[in-house]
C-alpha cells in the first residue's frame, strides 16, 4: 500500500516563508507523479494550487510555488499572509493506484 | 464558469446502496476526466475513483473495489457513483473533481455530498 506523507502541523509567522513536503513511501517523487497540491479550509471544499509539481492555476496567488526538493514534492509560501492559514495536501500519480493523496499538513500563521 | 454540483448524499443503513451525481456545467464536459474524492469526518482527502473523457477507462481505491462504480453521461454532462453495500468506513463528504488538461492533476471541485453509512 502506497503511502504518501507529509509533515502533520507547520507554524509560520506573517510574511514569513514556509515550505511543505510530499514523500512517497515508493521512492523518490519525480516529475512522472505530476504532484499537485490543494488548500482546504474548513468548511470549504478542497481548492488546487499546482499540478504537474510547478504548474500554477489561473487563480493561484504568486506567493504560491510548487517544486522537487530532496527527493520529495514541495510547497513553498513566500511572505504568508493570514488567510493562508489551511490544510494543505499533496496529491501523487502512481502507475497501479492513478491517485494517493497525503495526510496533509495544517498550517498554522501566528 | 466552472460549476460543479454533488448530490444524492443522505443517512443509509448499513449494507444500503446510494447513488451519488455530480452535475457538471461551464465547460464541455466530455472533453476531460472525471474524478470522485471523500474526506471522512476530521480526516483527510481520500482519491476514489477517476473515469476517462469518454468512459472507456475507470480506476478505483482498492477499498472500494467491487462495491462502488464510477459512470458518466456526457448528454447530461453528469457523473454519477454507485456504492453499494456501504460500511460505516463509507462515512463521508464526497466531491466530484475535474482532472485537468493531460490529466496531470485535478483543478475544479464540487462543495461535496455528505454520506453518512449508521443504523
Known amino acids: 500500500q502506497t503511502v504518501v506523507t507529509q509533515e502533520p502541523s507547520l507554524t509560520v509567522s506573517p510574511g514569513g516563508t514556509v515550505t511543505l513536503t510530499c514523500a512517497s513511501s515508493?521512492?523518490?517523487?519525480?516529475?512522472?507523479?505530476?504532484p499537485n497540491w490543494f488548500q482546504q479550509k474548513p468548511g470549504q471544499a478542497p481548492r488546487a494550487l499546482i499540478y504537474?509539481?510547478?504548474n500554477k492555476h489561473s487563480w493561484t496567488p504568486a506567493r504560491f510555488s510548487g517544486s522537487l526538493l530532496g527527493g520529495k514534492a514541495a510547497l513553498t509560501l513566500s511572505g504568508v499572509q493570514p488567510e493562508d492559514e489551511a490544510e494543505y495536501y499533496c496529491?501523487?500519480?502512481?502507475?497501479?493506484?492513478?491517485?494517493?493523496f497525503g495526510g496533509g499538513t495544517k498550517l498554522t500563521v501566528l | 464558469e466552472v460549476q460543479l454540483m454533488e448530490s444524492g448524499g443522505g443517512l443509509v443503513q448499513p449494507g444500503g446502496s446510494l447513488r451519488l451525481s455530480c452535475a457538471a456545467s461551464?465547460?464541455?464536459?466530455?472533453?476531460?476526466?472525471m474524478t470522485w474524492v471523500r474526506q471522512a469526518p476530521g480526516k483527510g482527502l481520500e482519491w476514489v475513483a477517476n473515469?476517462?473523457?469518454?468512459?472507456?477507462?475507470?480506476y478505483y481505491v482498492d477499498s472500494v473495489k467491487g462495491r462502488f462504480t464510477i459512470s458518466r453521461d456526457s448528454a447530461k454532462s453528469s457523473l454519477y457513483l454507485q456504492m453499494n453495500s456501504l460500511g460505516a468506513e463509507d462515512t463521508a463528504v464526497y466531491y466530484c473533481?475535474?482532472?485537468?488538461?493531460?490529466?496531470?492533476?485535478?483543478?475544479?471541485w464540487g462543495q461535496g455530498t455528505l454520506v453518512t453509512v449508521s443504523s
Open positions: 504537474s509539481t510547478s
Open positions: 515508493t521512492g523518490a517523487v519525480t516529475s512522472a507523479s505530476s
Open positions: 473515469i476517462k473523457d469518454d468512459g472507456s477507462e475507470k
Open positions: 461551464g465547460f464541455t464536459f466530455s472533453n476531460y476526466w
Open positions: 473533481a475535474r482532472g485537468t488538461i493531460a490529466v496531470a492533476g485535478l483543478d475544479h
Open positions: 496529491l501523487l500519480r502512481y502507475d497501479a493506484v492513478p491517485w494517493v
